[in-house]
């Protein structure tokens, strides 16, 4: 029995890769990605479905950061910026002369403090209870100390994070600072450029 003979594509890999390009990097330009197969199948000659299946296979996520990583480089080293006096980061760029550190060394507590690490979940065993502090620390280790009032301290490094209440048992948060509003000068008044009378 003869094997069926396997027909070539018409269209190059060139003209593949090419035309899911033109697909990922104009689609917000129509009202629906299918919008864009549409348009650009049509200008190439291939049906909607079969390009579809041409930007499914560009569209990994090593073809979405080799496309990230060509618009970096051409963003910094030569598009011009006009913050920069319209010329391209690359050549306002200098390295900054202090090393970093190998290894960014954990927080330190006074030993009246007693050390947590806080869970995947965010809370930390303080009592005998689950006693949530943040999703953001998870995997850090926080220092807890007793305050005079009897209720306990909560810091990451030097942060004061808030108190554990002693009867229930959960954080009270510290209030973000405000940031502060700016007096305004002396020579400042509420009269303006509109207000000086002509001669």
């Known amino acids: 029995m003869d094997k069926p003979k396997q027909t070539r594509s018409k269209f190059s890999s060139e003209l593949r890769e090419r035309a899911a390009r033109m697909v990922l990097d104009h689609q917000a330009e129509y009202p629906s990605r299918w919008a864009a197969l549409t348009a650009v199948a049509a200008k190439i000659g291939c049906t909607p479905e079969t390009l579809r299946l041409w930007v499914a296979k560009a569209d990994s996520a090593a073809e979405q950061q080799a496309r990230f990583d060509a618009f970096r480089r051409d963003f910094n080293t030569n598009r011009p910026h006009e913050a920069l006096g319209q010329i391209p980061p690359v050549r306002r760029y200098h390295p900054s002369p202090r090393p970093s550190p190998d290894k960014i060394a954990a927080p330190w507590y006074d030993p009246d403090h007693a050390t947590r690490r806080v869970r995947p979940t965010g809370e930390i065993k303080w009592g005998g209870d689950l006693?949530?502090?943040?999703?953001?620390?998870?995997?850090?280790?926080?220092?807890?100390?007793?305050?005079?009032?009897?209720?306990?301290?909560v810091r990451f490094a030097a942060v004061d994070l808030g108190l554990i209440d002693r009867t229930s048992k959960k954080l009270r948060r510290f209030a973000a600072a405000r940031p502060c509003r700016r007096k305004p000068q002396p020579e400042q008044n509420k009269e303006t450029v509109n207000h000086v009378s002509g001669p």
């Not at 502090?133 to 998870?138: F, K, T």
């Open 131 to 153: 006693v949530f502090i943040s999703e953001a620390l998870a995997g850090e280790t926080v220092g807890v100390a007793e305050t005079e009032d009897g209720d306990w301290i």
